[in-house]
């Protein structure tokens, strides 16, 4: 499946925002180079395409230009989240995105440093007043964020991780952890560019839900990839998650259950926006990739 | 020196603030004990209490009631930080506040984590409604939560401080460091609450002012209680600086020199405040404890 056109003009979009707040002349060389690395240079910038996406679907049609910052606020968080999850006591990797990872370029206190700091970057710029945003709607959009980050969301999810290895999770116990490993953040893409856009009560709630199926299908998505993509366009090695034991929901469902279960998630998010219209159009085509790319 | 009355005050308030902020039942059980373990039973809560002081010393005299909240989420950064400074791979500290460090209690993956969290928690909570609170000004004290948390404060000082071990900074350096790694976070929590407060102008320079040197005073105090101090009253072996051969203000100018600089700073940040009148009394208190510590 070809990645939407929407998705590659938001990512080339989003590359010199990134590199403008990367570039403050406050930040110590070291670390400043150490985020950089990991920012820049690479990813698909999936979820600043779902926040734009989501608030042109509740009506800021020019949400690409004025939101953009916000956006880019969600990416942070997203690569703050690979460099410690790459770290030795963690997922214990070497690459990331075909470059040496952030501890492995840096060193592994600075790349806690830069994690940190990226972390705080994505809040700082949330923080900055937006043209055209409520300073409530802005607050509300840095609460999802932090929530969806923090230990109820994505944080939750990597711990609930860790110790799925020396106790695999039964069912309901696999799907909690997905939804708060990948879901949360995904989510909450779609309900900050909801919120940015001044969008409250139906249209908020079609583009939550829109998300939170999303979130789903996009986790299973990544489970069926590691099994049967090529390596070269997957990006990380073929089978990795059996070999090191995990519980997915191929592994629970089987490649033909699991497949079922992605398609069902995929189409709900699809009919989550049928309210929002035309406008959504670019957020379905989006919802539509993310779910299922590559079959 | 006594610590002020106000100081025990806010103290007692925090803690089941904080230990309702820590007890989210959507939490995992595991990263939920290492992030308690980090934050309650011990610290003076002294950031919370430069918040809270700010915000009366600009009008709001039921701060203490009304602020809490948002004074303690400086608080979970301040706990962030030191658990992320204790890891292994910076500071290696096996104990903080007496007891095992969190990398020791519950290992370094859940530490990174706790730590991780403990910031998102720390945004969250302040970007909760709070009463009286115009979301503009709760916005603008995010962000100089953020600013001062990220890479051009807190973790810049940390970066620069990994970097003196080996390549030690001249004077302006020093003070750039001590103002990043420690100012930073202290001037934050005085110009937080005086926002949150609603002030602007002149009201929120004074503040703003104080802040400063108050940072530079503590962090000097800091490096004289690291010579002068019985172990006993100030919880880490006495002389660890000059044994991990840190450059600091007493090795800069000498423990006579310090203090003389010490001083300077406290009165300055307490002269900043005098024409917010007898409102200021309780920041102005802490302001000379803050710097004056112990001697």
Same mark, same amino acid.
């Given at each position: 499946?070809?990645? =939407? @056109?929407?998705?590659?003009?938001?990512?080339?979009?989003?590359?010199?925002?990134?590199?403008?707040?990367?570039?403050?002349?406050?930040?110590?060389? #070291?670390?400043?180079?150490?985020?950089?690395?990991?920012?820049?240079?690479?990813?698909?910038?999936?979820?600043?395409?779902?926040?734009?996406?989501?608030?042109?679907?509740?009506?800021?049609?020019?949400?690409?230009?004025?939101?953009?910052?916000?956006?880019?606020?969600?990416?942070?968080?997203?690569?703050?989240?690979?460099?410690?999850?790459?770290?030795?006591?963690? %997922?214990?990797?070497?690459?990331?995105?075909?470059? =040496?990872?952030?501890?492995?370029?840096?060193?592994?206190?600075?790349?806690?440093?830069?994690?940190?700091?990226?972390?705080?970057?994505?809040?700082?710029?949330?923080?900055?007043?937006?043209?055209?945003?409520?300073?409530? @709607?802005?607050?509300?959009?840095?609460?999802?964020?932090?929530?969806?980050?923090? =230990?109820?969301?994505?944080?939750?999810?990597?711990?609930?991780?860790?110790?799925?290895?020396?106790? =695999?999770?039964?069912?309901?116990?696999?799907?909690?952890?997905?939804?708060?490993?990948?879901?949360?953040?995904?989510?909450?893409?779609?309900?900050?560019?909801?919120?940015?856009?001044?969008?409250?009560?139906?249209?908020? @709630?079609?583009?939550?839900?829109?998300?939170?199926?999303?979130?789903?299908?996009?986790?299973?998505?990544? #489970?069926?990839? #590691?099994?049967?993509?090529?390596?070269?366009?997957?990006?990380?090695?073929?089978?990795? %998650?059996?070999?090191?034991?995990?519980?997915?929901?191929?592994?629970?469902?089987?490649?033909?259950?699991?497949?079922?279960?992605?398609?069902?998630?995929?189409?709900?998010?699809?009919?989550?926006?049928?309210?929002?219209?035309?406008?959504?159009?670019?957020?379905?085509?989006?919802?539509?990739?993310?779910?299922?790319?590559?079959?």
């Amino acid at each position: 499946m070809k990645p =939407p @056109d929407f998705l590659a003009d938001v990512a080339a979009a989003c590359e010199p925002c990134l590199d403008g707040l990367l570039a403050d002349g406050e930040v110590p060389a #070291d670390l400043a180079a150490a985020m950089r690395h990991s920012v820049l240079g690479g990813g698909k910038r999936l979820r600043p395409a779902l926040c734009l996406a989501a608030a042109r679907a509740c009506g800021a049609a020019d949400a690409q230009t004025r939101l953009l910052p916000a956006a880019c606020a969600v990416e942070l968080i997203h690569a703050y989240s690979l460099v410690h999850d790459d770290m030795p006591a963690m %997922d214990d990797a070497d690459l990331r995105r075909g470059r =040496p990872s952030c501890h492995r370029a840096f060193g592994e206190a600075v790349a806690i440093l830069a994690g940190d700091a990226l972390q705080a970057l994505a809040f700082e710029v949330l923080a900055r007043p937006l043209p055209g945003v409520a300073a409530a @709607d802005q607050l509300a959009a840095a609460a999802i964020l932090a929530r969806a980050t923090g =230990p109820a969301g994505m944080c939750g999810g990597q711990a609930l991780d860790l110790a799925a290895t020396a106790a =695999p999770p039964d069912d309901a116990g696999l799907w909690r952890l997905q939804a708060m490993k990948t879901g949360a953040l995904l989510g909450a893409s779609l309900r900050i560019g909801a919120r940015l856009a001044g969008a409250g009560g139906a249209a908020f @709630d079609c583009v939550a839900a829109c998300g939170e199926r999303l979130g789903e299908a996009f986790q299973i998505t990544d #489970d069926i990839l #590691d099994v049967t993509a090529a390596d070269a366009s997957w990006g990380k090695a073929r089978g990795s %998650d059996a070999r090191a034991g995990k519980v997915t929901a191929v592994s629970r469902l089987g490649l033909e259950g699991a497949r079922l279960r992605a398609d069902a998630a995929a189409a709900a998010a699809a009919a989550a926006l049928e309210p929002l219209g035309a406008a959504a159009a670019s957020l379905s085509e989006l919802a539509r990739y993310a779910a299922g790319r590559l079959w």
